[in-house]
């Protein structure tokens, strides 16, 4: 084969084989067909997202209280619970307690107290009043015992927005508008406008005298009293021989019962005062010339066993007027019963009732005003105000209780009782 035969072979060849690379030979595999993507759903229409709850707003006009889950309801009280009237203030403080054991929580909130001492004078009420209105989380309190302490806690509390309740404020300038009066204040204890004019009947037409003097310490409560009684006795046909008065922390009373001898001598003699000034009073009078067959009373600020130690053997006959605790209701009799159980005495004066109401009265309104936010509780100060304000009907141990416009809420009901053997025994009416 010749050379140019050779190179036109050799170029054939490796055409065929460049040929055969590029698809010649077998036929490819049949590629499987591709799945189809599945086709996109369309998006679910999404259910409207849920609204929070509103968040609670107070429209209060004075403010709310809010107390937070598991936080405790508080209460304050302002009594006397040190010094020669601790008897009359621990009365009440027992009150309050045992209304808060019979309620129970309220709205889903225990109930704690805050217990303060009045010291049965104007600065122990403004002490008192000043410490609790620093706490904004009270929303409510049971004082004070004495009248001296309502006048000054009065307005504190009531320029901070609270309520108080008194179980044993008695002097009427507390319900005046003309005098001391301020918003929210309120009691469950009797107007002394009703306990004097009671006394002054009973002297008059029970013991048929004609003449009295009457002595006060110069305190809301017993220069009320005594000046109650002093109008009434002489309205009555009475002769008021002598009106005057002694100073809080004096021992020697003779001096003033030396110059009431002298003006009359009267067949009997009123002083409103509180033990230990009492006490001094009922010993001496039987020392001044004059006095000697004298009638002596006085009145609830020397119910206790303290004031019984105090007049000693001096006291035994004195007449003392006071609310009339002859309740006949089944609540009171648990409430002595339970009085007993707890603390293992009777009760040591006669305001324990009233304060058990007032605590009630103040509970009640938390309930009917309070606003529950889940675990939540928010109490308006305006609507404590409003609530007890009508309070009308309302059944406590002390009778039916309804609040006039001043904050008089109680069912008055005086008696007069006399001391015999260390005892004070209910005679009158």
Same mark, same amino acid.
């Given at each position: 084969m010749s050379k140019r035969l050779l190179a036109i072979f050799a170029m054939l060849l490796v055409a065929s084989m460049v040929l055969a690379a590029c698809?010649?030979?077998?036929?490819?595999?049949?590629?499987?067909?591709?799945?189809?993507?599945? %086709?996109?759903?369309?998006?679910?229409?999404?259910a409207p %997202?849920?609204?929070? =709850?509103?968040?609670?707003?107070?429209?209060?006009? +004075?403010?709310c209280v809010t107390y937070y889950a598991d936080e405790p309801i508080r209460i304050a009280s302002a009594l006397v619970v040190s010094g020669p009237n601790t008897d009359l203030g621990m009365d009440s403080q027992r009150g309050v307690e045992l209304a808060m054991?019979?309620?129970?929580?309220?709205?889903? $909130?225990?109930?704690?107290?805050?217990?303060?001492?009045?010291?049965?004078? %104007?600065?122990?009420?403004?002490?008192?009043?000043?410490?609790?209105?620093?706490?904004?989380?009270?929303i409510g309190i049971i004082g004070t015992s004495c009248s001296g302490a309502g006048v000054p806690m009065s307005k504190i509390m009531s320029d901070a927005g609270y309520v108080m309740v008194s179980p044993s404020n008695t002097s009427p300038a507390l319900t005046d508008?003309?005098?001391?009066?301020?918003?929210? *204040? *309120?009691?469950?204890? $009797?107007?002394?406008?009703?306990? @004097?004019?009671? !006394?002054?009947?009973?002297? +008059?037409?029970?013991?048929?005298?004609?003449?009295?003097?009457?002595?006060?310490?110069?305190? =809301?409560?017993?220069?009320?009293?005594?000046?109650?009684?002093?109008?009434?006795?002489?309205?009555?046909?009475? #002769? +008021?021989?002598e009106f005057?008065? /002694?100073?809080?922390?004096?021992?020697d009373?003779?001096?003033?019962?030396?110059? /009431?001898?002298?003006? @009359?001598?009267?067949?009997?003699? *009123?002083?409103? /005062?509180?033990?230990?000034?009492? @006490?001094?009073? #009922?010993?001496q009078a039987k020392e001044v010339a004059g006095l000697e067959e004298t009638?002596?009373?006085?009145?609830?600020? !020397? +119910?206790?066993?303290?004031?019984?130690?105090?007049?000693?053997?001096?006291?035994?006959? !004195? *007449?003392?007027?006071?609310?009339?605790?002859?309740?006949?209701?089944?609540?009171?009799?648990?409430?002595l019963e339970k009085h007993t159980e707890v603390y293992g005495i009777d009760p040591t004066s006669v305001f324990h009732s009233h304060a058990f109401d007032a605590a009630n009265m103040i509970l009640g309104c938390v309930e009917e005003v309070g606003v529950v936010d889940g675990e939540d509780l928010h109490v308006g100060r305006q609507a404590m105000r409003d609530c007890l304000d009508a309070t009308s009907g309302f059944d406590g141990i002390t009778g039916?209780?309804?609040?006039?416009?001043? @904050?008089?809420?109680?069912?008055?009901q005086i008696t007069v009782s006399q001391l015999t053997a260390g005892e004070y025994e209910p005679i009158w009416p």
């Open positions: 698809g010649g030979g077998a036929a490819p595999a049949e590629e499987a067909p591709m799945e189809e993507a599945p %086709a996109e759903e369309a998006p679910a229409e999404e %997202a849920e609204e929070a =709850p509103a968040m609670f707003e107070c429209t209060d006009e +004075i403010g054991e019979f309620k129970g929580d309220v709205l889903g $909130h225990a109930v704690e107290l805050q217990a303060e001492d009045d010291g049965c004078s %104007a600065e122990g009420g403004q002490a008192a009043g000043q410490k609790i209105v620093s706490d904004p989380t009270i508008a003309d005098s001391a009066w301020n918003p929210g *204040y *309120y009691r469950t204890a $009797h107007n002394d406008k009703v306990q @004097g004019k009671a !006394m002054a009947e009973f002297a +008059i037409d029970v013991l048929g005298v004609t003449s009295a003097a009457a002595i006060h310490d110069g305190d =809301p409560y017993t220069e009320g009293l005594a000046r109650v009684f002093a109008d009434n006795f002489e309205a009555l046909g009475g #002769t +008021i021989v005057t008065a /002694v100073n809080k922390g004096d021992t009373m003779r001096p003033v019962l030396t110059a /009431v001898a002298a003006a @009359g001598p009267p067949e009997l003699i *009123y002083y409103p /005062v509180f033990t230990a000034e009492g @006490g001094f009073l #009922t010993k009638i002596l009373s006085a009145a609830d600020g !020397m +119910i206790s066993p303290a004031a019984v130690e105090a007049v000693g053997e001096a006291g035994e006959g !004195m *007449y003392f007027s006071g609310p009339d605790l002859g309740f006949e209701n089944e609540l009171y009799t648990t409430f039916t209780l309804t609040c006039n416009e001043y @904050g008089d809420c109680a069912d008055p």
